[in-house]
């Protein structure tokens, strides 16, 4: 047989006859007039071979193939029900992993209390915390379903992609406590100093070394690193002075912190999917999480 050519509307009618034993009653249950659901009946009858439903005396009974086709039949409509539009399983009870890709700072901010709301809410999900390689590499890794969900400084301009803003992060400038330019900072003894930076892709100019050019500066850049939490150890042990995110640097203990001398601009986090997912319940849960706690 080719499938192709079976209309499971017509199986749905088939149902409500066999159930009903009764055209017209099959017809109001349908929501169908009598003479289409008496062509519907033909059609299956072309279909199986076989009468299905055949007049007794008073009513219509089913053929011993009508008959066989009743549980099967409710079965395969059962099962195309859950395929087209699945039972919404409870959060409690959902068991399956999530995915996620995230530069150093989001997963500073958020695996911790994360894992605290998903352990009270959805305990099932469990977490693969993947490497940060870049936001072009977690782009593609969404697109062919490598990852789940992506946090960091993302745009999602793509059709396939979904992004939801979660956060806005401003920068502070972090030294040691005891470091010289602690005492009387200001923009040259800002300058003064080395600086880390955080390039994962190793660059030593940022959009601060151009402002600074623009205004008859430099700075000189004595490390780069791929990772905010590679830095606090570097300040603690050097000289050096860098800029981390706002949240990240109010947590540190042992460092002063000062707004930057020059306006420096920020960046925004995005917790971003890809939209065939959309209906997954257990991935829009914890991108939920994600986008509260990182706001």
């Known amino acids: ?170 920068y502070l400038v972090v030294m040691r406590d005891d470091h010289p330019a602690a005492r009387d900072f200001m923009l040259d003894r800002w300058l003064a100093f080395p600086h880390v930076v955080v390039s994962g892709r190793g660059e030593v100019r940022t959009p601060l070394d151009a402002d600074l050019a623009r205004r008859g500066l430099a700075r000189r850049v004595g490390l780069v690193v791929p990772s905010f939490g590679m830095v606090p150890p570097v300040l603690f042990s050097t000289s050096m002075i860098a800029m981390l995110p706002t949240r990240m640097a109010e947590t540190l203990r042992g460092f002063a912190t000062f707004t930057p001398p020059i306006a420096v601009e920020g960046f925004t986090l995005s917790v971003v999917w890809h939209r065939r997912r959309e209906r997954d319940r257990a991935l829009r849960h914890v991108a939920d999480r994600l986008s509260a706690f990182l706001r």
């Not at 169908?32 to 659901?37: F, N, V």
């Not at 969404?142 to 059709?159: F, H, K, P, Q, R």
Request: aromatic letters at 2%; hydrophobic letters at 45%.
């Open 1 to 170: 047989m080719n499938l192709r050519s079976v209309d499971l509307n017509l199986l749905v009618v088939l149902d409500a006859l066999l159930d009903e034993r009764h055209v017209s009653r099959a017809a109001d249950r349908v929501g169908l007039s009598q003479p289409a659901a008496s062509a519907a009946l033909q059609r299956c009858r072309h279909l199986f071979r076989d009468e299905l439903l055949e007049r007794a005396q008073r009513s219509m009974r089913l053929t011993p193939k009508g008959e066989s086709l009743r549980a099967p039949l409710k079965a395969l409509l059962a099962s195309a029900t859950d395929l087209l539009d699945p039972p919404e399983i409870p959060l409690e009870e959902i068991q399956t992993t999530v995915r996620l890709v995230m530069a150093d700072l989001p997963a500073l901010l958020v695996i911790e209390p994360l894992l605290a709301a998903l352990a009270g809410s959805s305990p099932g999900i469990d977490i693969v915390l993947q490497p940060w390689h870049g936001a072009d590499a977690a782009k593609h890794a969404l697109t062919e379903g490598s990852t789940d969900i992506a946090v960091s400084v993302l745009a999602a301009s793509e059709d396939e992609l979904r992004r939801e803003t979660a956060g806005e992060e401003t």
